[in-house]
């Protein structure tokens, strides 16, 4: 008898969570340690498609209002069902590489619809309520993205480059 385990995930639709379009030969997925969340004092929960800071000692935590460059997209959070992730209490971010990726994880709340251009520069920092995804960058952000195709409603897909992982 084989052992059979049910897909948990509808593969024959799109991924609007993280769907990676371009780029994925030149990536480097690394596992980090999840740290604290300090809104909460409990582990951070990064789900894929977000983006998370690297803290001072090597663990991903969410954003703070100063935005740091040491930042980079999660590739398989404990936000979502993988057994992998909760095994070890690591999440994978991608490094290395410039790529496109299409995503509804990106700030609806702290920039309205329409703000959202091609080449508009993104970055992670804390706004509204926001901490753990993009967001338009101002002034000397660091930019670690850039819009590529803007979303066609609110909270539609959008395209997004990484510059800068």
């Given at each position: 008898m084989?052992n059979?385990?049910p897909l948990?995930?509808d593969?024959t639709?799109p991924?609007?969570?993280?769907d990676?379009?371009r780029g ?5 997925r690394?596992?980090k340690?999840?740290g604290?969340d ?6 951070a929960?990064f789900?894929?498609?977000m ?9 991903l ?8 460059a040491?930042s ?7 936000g979502d ?16 590489g410039?790529f ?9 709340v702290?920039?309205?619809?329409g703000?959202?251009v091609s080449?508009l520069?993104?970055t992670?920092?804390q706004?509204v309520?926001v901490?753990r995804?993009?967001t338009q960058?101002?002034g000397?952000?660091?930019v670690?993205a850039?819009?590529?195709t ?8 959008m395209e997004?480059e990484?510059v800068?992982?």
């Open positions: 084989e059979m385990t948990s995930q593969l639709k991924n609007t969570a993280f990676i379009t994925l030969e030149s990536l480097i690394v596992d340690a999840i604290i300090p809104a909460t004092t409990k582990t929960i789900s894929e498609g983006w998370a800071k690297l803290s001072d000692t090597g663990t935590v969410p954003a703070t209002a100063t935005p740091s040491n980079f997209p999660i590739f398989a959070g404990n069902d993988r057994s992998d992730v909760h095994a070890t209490g690591m999440a994978t971010i991608l490094m290395g410039r496109l990726y299409k995503t509804v994880q990106y700030d609806t702290g920039v309205a619809f703000a959202y080449g520069p993104l992670l920092k706004t309520n901490d995804v993009l960058a101002t000397t952000d660091p670690l850039r819009v590529i803007p979303p066609a409603s609110a909270g539609a897909v997004i990484v800068r992982s």
